[in-house]
């Protein structure tokens, strides 16, 4: 009997990019019934933080609360290699603008949160849908918001102004990519499970890297209006070598990130596991 797999992702271009080969059925799916399952970010943060999924994207901010039962994958990772979510507002202005007004945030547990935090401690935030951030700032709801996916590449057409790239900033301080999310894998299915599953998902990853035109033109469909140029643009920003495998320096820049937020009491300290 086939085991079933839940494998949920964002619905966005590039998750979809992803899985491409696994959804369409271009690779093997190792006798695995695999369920995929589209959420936003924040929803399956929350999801993996109650132990419903048993492969899930997640943002590395919510790690910490999920490493008991979860493992990452060594592979699927998304880094902002000297860019990343944009700190936005309808005006010019800088981090001292903002004072203590209210910034937008897509999620409590986001990576984009846990960054605009290290960038500027102490940020009022509110959570609102990601989607909904771009106008919330441009009629004035918000001085500013923190914007991730797609918007990163049009807040200047909708006539908003960048405060800080927070992606930029990190790589300002540390000289490493700034982590934002993963792929982890429930522990209690069984190293060997784990490791059959893990297989499956880094051939996906691999297919669609190989063949890039046909695995972008499924991603399209998850674009939101980015014509096809621009959903490239995006998909390669954060499908890339990072995510065939972190290597050395991805690790560690995982480690920094989680370690400068556990020193500024933003997270709990956590030992980073990783499946093989």
């Known amino acids: 009997m086939r085991q079933k797999i839940s494998l949920a992702h964002s619905p966005d271009s590039d998750d979809a990019f992803m899985f491409y080969a696994l959804a369409e059925g271009k ?10 399952e589209l959420s936003d970010i924040e929803t399956l943060n929350q999801r993996t933080s109650r132990g419903e999924l048993d492969v ?22 998304s880094f902002g290699d000297g860019y990343g979510p944009v700190v936005v507002s309808a005006r010019p202005m800088g981090k001292t603008d903002i004072g203590s007004e209210v910034v937008a ?25 990601f989607d909904e951030i771009l106008p919330a700032v441009r009629e ?19 006539g908003l102004h960048a ?10 301080e540390t000289g490493l990519p700034l982590p934002l999310g993963g792929n982890v894998i429930r522990k209690a299915l069984g190293a060997e499970t784990m490791r059959a599953v893990s297989t499956v998902l880094g051939e996906s990853i691999s ?11 499924y991603a399209m469909r998850f674009a939101r209006d980015l014509d096809r140029s621009r ?4 998909v390669a920003m954060y499908v890339n070598d990072w995510t065939r495998g972190y290597g050395e320096k991805g690790r560690r820049a995982i480690e920094t990130f989680l370690g400068r937020a556990a020193a500024a009491g933003l997270v709990a300290p956590v030992v980073i596991e990783f499946a093989s």
């Open 27 to 36: 690779i093997d799916d190792g006798g695995f019934d695999f369920v995929h």
């Open 56 to 77: 899930s994207a997640v943002s590395f901010h919510a790690y910490p609360d999920i490493a008991a039962d979860y493992a990452l994958l060594p592979h699927g990772a």
């Open 105 to 129: 945030i897509p999620g409590k547990k986001t990576s984009a949160a846990l960054a605009l935090e290290l960038w500027r401690p102490g940020t009022a935030t509110a959570v609102v849908p």
């Open 140 to 158: 004035g709801r918000f001085v500013a918001g923190v914007i991730i996916h797609e918007g990163q590449l049009t807040y200047a057409e909708e």
């Open 163 to 172: 405060v800080v790239d927070l992606g930029a900033w990190w790589l300002g």
């Open 207 to 217: 297919y669609g890297l190989d063949h890039r035109e046909e695995a972008l033109s």
């Open 231 to 234: 959903a490239n643009r995006f």
